[in-house]
């Protein structure tokens, strides 16, 4: 068998109405850079990073997907395979924050349904074109039972925080049912766009 | 006389003749067309279907679609004047309800263009010819405008000692702190993302079935850009009606892709993706079956070559010697699956020993290389 870099491999996916920020979140975790000369997003894009929790070697494999409906055929393919997904609205933009129970239905209707989900209100530097309050973005969050945070790409808040939350939920998942270690490698190897690991191993 | 010099003269013959011979049009633009003298503008207008062939029309068809374009914006634009009837009409087609479904997707629109070629400076800087009835107009007429008062405007009660109260408004700005350099500029003038702004509205307006997509954007961008850079100043002063058109005829080849209802038929992006599949399998198994076995699907990397032939892959000079080649092929499409496929063979080394991970990343952000070579592939595998 190849020597392997990581002991686990998470596949997470960013989705969220046009110009919240999605690229730039995945930019300032992958790159720890951010810059506002970003072109649109056009089909899915992908990133990968190495973290490391809790003694594991974790491998995030993360898309970022296209905002606009006509999109959604493309995307939505993407949902099955992902472990955890985040929902980015923008803080200074109602309507994306409305969207936010669409592009949940969406993740009901596409998504595995132990997904782990986080929604994160981007753009929190910009606290003078605030439209959407925290408390609103807390209450929506408790209503679905999903974890939430208010974030910044520009000013590097809580983005490594998000991530590796969303990692750690996973892992509490996985950990439970990963009896071995090596055999959970293999599956993540050969059937990368599958099931999660752990559920590979022990179904 | 230098080769380069030779084939300016080539095509300026070609451009002088009473009827163009357009076999021999092609044939010369499809090995690339010299940036001198505006030549890639006219070129691309006669192989995009909007200059005719008979030189005797070709200026009387020009001012024709001009003053069309003009009416398109006094009748879009510069007339309406905002909406007619009671905001509360219910009714789906009231004026209210259009001005409102309009300006939804003008919000898509302004959010893309402001990301156009960031690379480069172009799309930031003003255009020598703004549209005078819209930047003159105390900034009504101007349709960034128009989204941000219709997200952006509040009002506040401030109150002041015993019953006085005052109510000051203010309107806030979008583009301060997000768009960067892609700042609206003052009355009298206009950027020229703002040109490509107006042209993408009014499309989507003429267009309703299919309406504003992301990428189209990037469609329009090339083209205008070679248009507003064109050595002759009355072109360039058309160079937004010109653009329109072309545009226009283009997105009639292409507009399939852009519709999700028909990405199955046979014009469709899946259909596509399909034929470079088997492309790439008759012509390199190997690497065809490595992506296979990593689940490394076409539309990873595929979607966004096709949907905007290629014009997010290379910088605006490469894109724009490409689409010389794409816009002089008869069978444009096809061309554009070998070129892609070419693209894969490529970096075939690299796919073959590398794993999921850095292959899509390959695939996702195709190292610069010189055109010539990827085009030269192309042309190789189309004549297998």
Same mark, same amino acid.
């Given at each position: ?36 000369? &970003?072109?649109?997003? @056009? ?28 999109? +959604? ?9 992902? $472990?955890?997904? !985040?929902? =980015?609205?923008?803080?200074?933009? *109602? ?13 009901? *209707?596409?998504?595995?349904?132990? %997904? ?14 605030? =439209? ?72 | ?6 084939? /300016?003269?080539? &095509? ?6 009473? =009827? ?65 009837? +009671?905001?509360?009409? @219910? ?48 900034? !009504? ?22 019953? %006085? ?5 203010? /309107? ?22 703002? =040109? ?25 961008? #090339?083209?205008? +850009? ?11 002063? +058309? ?18 892709? &852009? ?12 259909? $596509? ?21 990593? *689940?490394?699907? #076409? ?33 444009? &499409? ?8 070419? !693209? @894969? ?40």
């Amino acid at each position: 068998m190849a020597k392997k870099t990581y002991d686990l491999l998470f596949k997470l996916l960013l989705i969220g109405d046009s110009g919240v920020g999605k690229t730039c979140i995945l930019f300032r975790f992958s790159d720890n850079h951010f810059t506002t000369t &970003f072109i649109s997003t @056009i089909g899915i894009d992908f990133k990968i990073k190495t973290v490391e929790l809790r003694g594991k070697k974790i491998k995030l494999q993360i898309w970022d997907t296209a905002g606009q409906e006509r999109f +959604h055929t493309i995307t939505t393919s993407y949902y099955r395979g992902a $472990m955890g997904i !985040m929902l =980015v609205y923008d803080i200074t933009n *109602e309507k994306t924050f409305d969207d936010i129970v669409k592009w949940l239905r969406n993740i009901d *209707e596409h998504a595995n349904e132990d %997904v782990e989900k986080m929604i994160l209100g981007n753009k929190c530097d910009m606290e003078e074109k605030r =439209v959407v309050s925290k408390e609103r973005g807390e209450a929506i969050a408790r209503e679905h039972g999903i974890r939430f945070m208010e974030t910044s790409a520009k000013a590097n808040i809580n983005i490594d925080r998000a991530f590796s939350e969303l990692a750690e939920a996973i892992l509490d998942k996985t950990s439970g049912r990963e009896a071995d270690a090596d055999h959970a490698r293999i599956a993540v190897e050969r059937r990368p766009s599958r099931a999660p690991p752990a559920r590979a191993c022990c179904s | 006389m230098s080769l380069h010099k030779a084939r /300016i003269k080539a &095509f300026q013959d070609v451009l002088e003749q009473d =009827v163009i011979d357009i076999v021999q049009l092609q044939r010369l633009a499809f090995n690339g067309i010299p940036d001198e003298k505006g030549l890639r503008s006219i070129v691309w207008k006669i192989l995009l279907h909007y200059v005719p062939h008979e030189k005797n029309t070709r200026e009387a068809t020009l001012q024709k679609k001009r003053q069309l374009y003009q009416q398109f914006i006094d009748e879009i634009i510069v007339t309406p004047g905002g909406p007619t009837d +009671h905001p509360l009409n @219910i009714s789906p087609d009231s004026s209210w309800s259009t001005y409102f479904k309009d300006n939804e997707v003008l919000l898509q629109i302004d959010k893309d263009v402001r990301r156009l070629c960031p690379e480069i400076s172009f799309f930031q800087s003003a255009t020598e010819f703004p549209c005078e009835k819209v930047v003159n107009s105390n900034g !009504m007429k101007r349709l960034h405008k128009r989204v941000e008062q219709s997200m952006l405007t509040y009002a506040t009660l401030e109150r002041r000692g015993l019953g %006085v109260s005052k109510l000051s408004s203010e /309107i806030r700005r979008s583009d301060s702190v997000s768009s960067g350099d892609y700042a609206p500029l003052n009355e009298g003038c206009e950027a020229h993302w703002e =040109v490509v702004e107006r042209m993408l509205f009014l499309y989507a307006k003429l267009n309703p079935g299919q309406s504003y997509v992301q990428g189209m954007n990037e469609i329009i961008g #090339p083209i205008y +850009h070679t248009f507003a850079i064109d050595a002759d100043k009355e072109n360039r002063q +058309h160079a937004e009606a010109d653009c329109f058109f072309c545009f226009t005829n283009l997105m009639a080849e292409i507009r399939d892709f &852009f519709i999700r209802t028909l990405d199955e038929t046979e014009s469709g992006i899946n259909y $596509m993706m399909g034929k470079l599949s088997h492309c790439l399998r008759k012509n390199d198994a190997d690497v065809w079956g490595r992506l296979e076995a990593q *689940e490394l699907r #076409p539309q990873y990397y595929s979607f966004r070559w096709l949907t905007l032939l290629l014009s997010q892959e290379f910088s605006l000079p490469d894109v724009e010697r490409i689409w010389d080649s794409l816009f002089a092929d008869d069978n444009r &499409f096809s061309f554009l699956i070998y070129i892609c496929c070419a !693209m @894969i063979l490529l970096v075939r080394d690299n796919l073959l020993s590398g794993d999921f991970a850095s292959n899509v990343k390959l695939l996702q952000n195709f190292p610069p290389m010189d055109v010539s070579l990827i085009l030269n592939k192309a042309v190789e595998i189309s004549n297998v």
